[in-house]
C-alpha cells in the first residue's frame, strides 16, 4: 500500500514540476509563423509562396481547366464517365455540391488567400526591405485575382482580408454579398496599380499592366464601360503580330 502512495507522489511532483514555461516551447531548429516573416528575405519567400498558390490543383494546377473551358464551347471531356463522373458531371452542367472537385477548388482558393493576407499582414514590420512596395501590390493582385475566380464561380463568398491564425476563429463566417467582394477586387487592384512597376522584379511576375488589365476586365464584367475603357487605355505596350505567339513559352 505505501509502495503505491509513494508512486503517485512521485508522479505528482514529476507532473507538477514540468511548468507550462517548459512544456510548451516554440519550435527552435524549424521556421514556424512565430518566427519567421522577420527579414526581407523571409518576406520574399512568403510573396513566392503566394504566386505558388496558384499553381495549386484546384486552381490553375489543373480543376480551373475544367470549371472554366471544358464547361465552355472550346473543350470538352472525353470520357463523362472517368473518375467516378466527377469531371463529367461539370462538363454537363450536373454538378453536386458533394463532388470534390469543387471542395479542392474552394480549398485551395481560400489557402491562396491567407498567403496573400499573411503578406499584407507582416510585410510593414519588417524593417528595410527595398521591395516592400512591389511585394505588397503583388500580394493585392493575386488576391484580387482569386476573388474574381471565386466569385464568377460561386456567386457571394466569404470576403476575408486579414490574417487567421485560428481555424476556429473562421469557422462562424458567412458568405459575403458579392457586390462587396467586387468592392473589393476593384479596390485591391486600383492599390496594385500603385504600386507596381511596367517591369516585374521577376520572370513572369505581376506588374502594373497586369493590374490595370485585370481591373479593366472585372470592370466589363460589371457593365462599368467608362471605367474599363479607362483602366484598359493605361495599357501600355504593342500588340504582337502574330497571336499565336501569346501562347508561346517565350511570352
Known sequence: MYKYVLN???????LTSCSEDKIQLSPISLDSSGNFYNT???????????YDGLQAI????????YLMEVRSDNSRQQSVSNSGGNFGDIDLFRTEAINPIIDLVWQDCYIGIQRSNIVLNRIDAVADNPNKNTQKGEAK???????FNLVRL???????????????????????????????????????????????????????????ALLGKV???LGNTTEAIAALKEVT???LPN?????????
Request: hydrophobic share 45%.
Open 8 to 14: 503517485f507522489i512521485v508522479i505528482i511532483i514529476i
Open 40 to 50: 526581407p528575405e523571409e518576406m520574399e519567400q512568403a510573396v513566392v509562396a503566394v
Open 58 to 65: 484546384g486552381q490553375y494546377g489543373q480543376y480551373f481547366v
Open 141 to 147: 493582385f493575386i488576391r484580387a485575382l482569386t476573388y
Open 154 to 212: 460561386f456567386g457571394d463568398v466569404p470576403l476575408v482580408t486579414i490574417e487567421y491564425d485560428d481555424p476556429f476563429e473562421a469557422f462562424g463566417l458567412g458568405r459575403t454579398p458579392s457586390t462587396e467582394v467586387y468592392n473589393q477586387i476593384i479596390l485591391d487592384l486600383t492599390e496594385a496599380v500603385t504600386l507596381l512597376d511596367n517591369e516585374s522584379i521577376r520572370p513572369g511576375g505581376a506588374t502594373k499592366n497586369a493590374a490595370n
Open 219 to 221: 470592370h466589363l464584367t
Open 237 to 239: 505596350g504593342s500588340l
Open 243 to 251: 497571336y499565336e505567339n501569346n501562347f508561346g513559352i517565350a511570352n
